[in-house]
């Protein structure tokens, strides 16, 4: 049946979190607004939804309801004084996996080039960060919890997914991945042997057991991953910002077919940021076409996207360019690059397997953020700083000439500031000292 995603006019302001020095206390503020201000503001759309019988169910992270219902019912939601506009949540058909990937094999023997070609081994070796003590988001397809890749990770453990999984297509109870995209890419981020931060912690969400999601289930995974809950557990009632993700994974994007529009999710990512969650997103496949940057999360400002480049530092044809310009705004992205074809990581049936893709790229840089916040604690919670090394150390020897601007100055709508450094950017934040 139709369903339809109902985004409210008032939306609520949290930017009073980013002067807050603590972070636990930046989350729980956040959180705890989010949800106030949702519960007051749907509070008559509620009522009367509930005395028509209609099927409903509230988000707090962008100010919204999905309800069950076609276009009678749309066109008395968009007549509604507090209603901003109405979008379409269509559940779509499983959709073929992205790009080619290669055949099932073997765990790697030695360090893997794409790590190298970052350094990231040189920050386990020489300085010591292997991203301990930092939590990772994963919203994707899902996840084989117990690979060897990712088992002694799992914040969960074998018995303990109350927190760490969700999810909002068939509510399993522990984490699965049905079409092992999910597996591979967090592999990245954290692998024991193909992560750039093998000691980081991960939890994880399923947005995309279709390999397609829609605005209501992106918006289902956000929300876990600031504010976890248990599996039968309420998003608004019994959310827990304490055990949210310090970095999230996003190797997905929302395009018009899936229901989106440019600003649906900016809310979303707005809050994040505020309660000092880094999100790293995928630029998208849709090269080497300019401008083909160009759904969300990877749009935004307020996100850091990543394109993809090969083993010979070249940006590969399918890497989405900007400038943006479905929101009109003409920003630069992607913002870096990191490795993207070719990458060995986990899948699932405890395998191993190379693919492609920008979904590919991203996992570094969330991984290497993980080893900056490992090595300098001090840097948890501050995205902005963050940000800034990451896009200053970047490295701009790139094989690729900018096709996407008009000159080869960074950042450009080709490699941004350049391929992403895990040594340069680590060594630079343990020369940051204090707080926020």
């Known amino acids: 049946g139709d369903r339809l995603l109902v985004i409210l006019n008032d939306q609520a302001d949290v930017s009073q979190a980013?002067?807050?020095?603590?972070?636990?206390?930046?989350?729980?503020?956040?959180?705890?607004?989010?949800?106030?201000?949702?519960?007051?503001?749907?509070?008559?759309?509620?009522?009367?939804?509930e005395r028509f019988n209609v099927q409903y169910t509230p988000y707090y992270l962008v100010n919204s309801i999905e309800v069950a219902g076609g276009p009678v019912l749309r066109m008395w939601l968009s007549s509604r004084p507090e209603v901003e506009r109405v979008l379409p949540v269509p559940v779509l058909r499983p959709a073929p996996l992205p790009l080619t990937a290669g055949p099932v094999t073997t765990a790697p023997e030695t360090v893997p080039w794409n790590l190298s070609l970052i350094a990231a081994d040189r920050v386990w070796e020489e300085l010591g960060a292997t991203g301990a003590g930092v939590t990772i988001g994963q919203s994707d397809s899902g996840v084989q919890w117990d690979h060897p890749e990712l088992r002694d990770s799992y914040r969960g453990g074998a018995d303990a997914h109350d927190y760490n999984w969700f999810d909002?297509?068939?509510?399993?109870?522990?984490?699965r991945d049905p079409g092992g995209h999910g597996t591979h890419t967090l592999g990245t981020v954290l692998g024991n042997t193909t992560g750039v931060a093998p000691d980081a912690t991960w939890f994880g969400c399923s947005n995309l057991a279709h390999n397609l999601g829609n605005p209501a289930l992106y918006l289902d995974c956000l929300q876990f991953m600031l504010a976890p809950f248990p599996l039968e557990g309420n998003p608004f009632q019994d959310g827990d910002a304490q055990r949210g993700a310090n970095v999230l994974n996003n190797s997905w994007g929302c395009p018009e077919i899936e229901g989106c529009d440019p600003d649906i999710l900016l809310p979303a990512v707005r809050a994040l940021r505020a309660a000092g969650t880094f999100i790293v997103v995928s630029a998208g496949n849709s090269g080497p076409q300019c401008n083909s940057?160009?759904?969300?999360?990877?749009?935004?400002?307020?996100?850091?996207?990543v394109g993809a480049?090969?083993?010979?530092?070249?940006?590969?044809?399918?890497?989405?360019?900007?400038?943006?310009?479905?929101?009109n705004s003409g920003r630069p992205k992607p913002d870096i690059v990191a490795p993207g074809a070719g990458i060995l990581s986990a899948f699932p049936g405890d395998g191993y397997r190379s693919w492609e893709g920008t979904s590919m790229a991203g996992p570094h840089v969330a991984g290497v953020v993980a080893l900056m916040w490992s090595a300098n604690?001090?840097?948890?919670?501050?995205?902005?700083?963050?940000?800034?090394?990451?896009l200053e150390t970047a490295d701009p020897d790139v094989a690729s000439p900018p096709a996407c601007s008009a000159n080869g100055d960074r950042p450009n709508n080709t490699f941004g500031y350049g391929i992403v450094n895990a040594y340069a950017a680590v060594e630079r934040a343990l020369e940051i000292t204090g707080g926020q």
Do not use: C, K
């Open 18 to 49: 980013t002067t807050m020095e603590d972070v636990a206390a930046r989350r729980h503020f956040v959180y705890a607004t989010l949800v106030d201000h949702a519960d007051a503001t749907q509070a008559d759309l509620r009522q009367q939804l």
């Open 168 to 175: 909002p297509w068939y509510h399993t109870a522990a984490p």
């Open 293 to 305: 940057v160009d759904s969300p999360l990877a749009i935004y400002e307020e996100v850091l996207s």
């Open 309 to 327: 480049v090969t083993q010979s530092r070249t940006v590969t044809a399918f890497s989405s360019r900007g400038p943006v310009t479905v929101d």
């Open 377 to 390: 604690a001090a840097l948890v919670g501050n995205v902005d700083l963050t940000e800034q090394i990451l």
